[in-house]
């Protein structure tokens, strides 16, 4: 499968704890994205990232959490110090350049609660 | 601000009963207006862009329009594998793909 990969699909975290979230772009793809979904709510932009680089981290919030895409392997969303707030779906989506028609390359999701 | 308003936040319809639904847009200059699908536990899959006023685009039971202030997204005789929902999205002119607006989307149920 050449798609995006996010794993894992499900992560359970007590309050305080980390959570790690990965994401592989689709082959040929630099350029990655982090979205949050909340239940009723549309996707909500965080952060956009190539390699080694954040490009804009604009929707990220300032504290607790931050997001890389190292030179090899997956970009990594991570939250410290989880709060219930945090418990959402969390999407990575992938383009080949800065995308110029809008398609952007969805994985499946990482769906976190915070007990 | 850039705003994307989307309704009905739901919609039921039969099996073949022909329907729209809306996008209502505000960006200080549209770069592009796109509509993504997306089933429960999977992620938005990519369907239309639109770039200007006047524009159609057509998948199988789906058929896009584009105004200067809305989009329409028109399902003809839909089936029940078309249930889903519906995400509109706009970029503004200028902007990244970061820029990416998403409105909370349409929840369609198509009955048997």
């Known amino acids: 499968n050449a798609g995006v990969m996010q794993n894992p699909r499900h992560l359970v975290r007590r309050r305080g704890q980390e959570a790690r979230l990965r994401c592989s772009p689709m082959?040929?793809?630099?350029?990655v994205y982090w979205y949050r979904q909340l239940p009723e709510e549309g996707l909500k932009f965080m952060v956009y990232?190539?390699?080694?680089?954040?490009?804009?981290e604009s929707g990220m919030p300032k504290e607790r959490f931050s997001a890389e895409f190292p030179k090899e392997g997956p970009s990594i969303l991570r939250i410290q110090q989880v709060v219930r707030g945090d418990s959402a779906a969390y999407f990575c989506?992938?383009?080949?350049?800065?995308?110029?028609?809008?398609?952007?390359?969805f994985g499946e999701g990482s769906r976190l609660t915070v007990l | 601000e850039d705003q994307v308003t989307q309704s009905p936040e739901a919609l039921r319809l039969q099996e073949g009963e022909s329907s729209s639904l809306n996008c209502s847009y505000t960006?200080?200059?549209?770069?592009?207006l796109f509509w993504y699908r997306q089933d429960p536990g999977k992620g938005p899959e990519f369907l239309f862009t639109l770039y200007s006023a006047g524009e159609e685009k057509e998948k199988e039971r789906l058929k896009a329009t584009l105004t200067k202030k809305e989009s329409f997204l028109h399902i003809t005789a839909p089936k029940p594998e078309d249930s889903a929902t519906y995400l509109c999205a706009v970029q503004a002119r200028g902007s990244s793909a970061s820029k990416i607006i998403f409105g909370s989307g349409t929840r369609l149920s198509i009955r048997p």
């Open positions: 990232l190539q390699k080694e680089n954040i490009i804009d």
């Open positions: 989506a992938s383009s080949r350049a800065g995308t110029m028609n809008g398609e952007l390359f």
């Open positions: 960006v200080s200059g549209l770069r592009g």
């Open positions: 082959k040929g793809h630099s350029h």
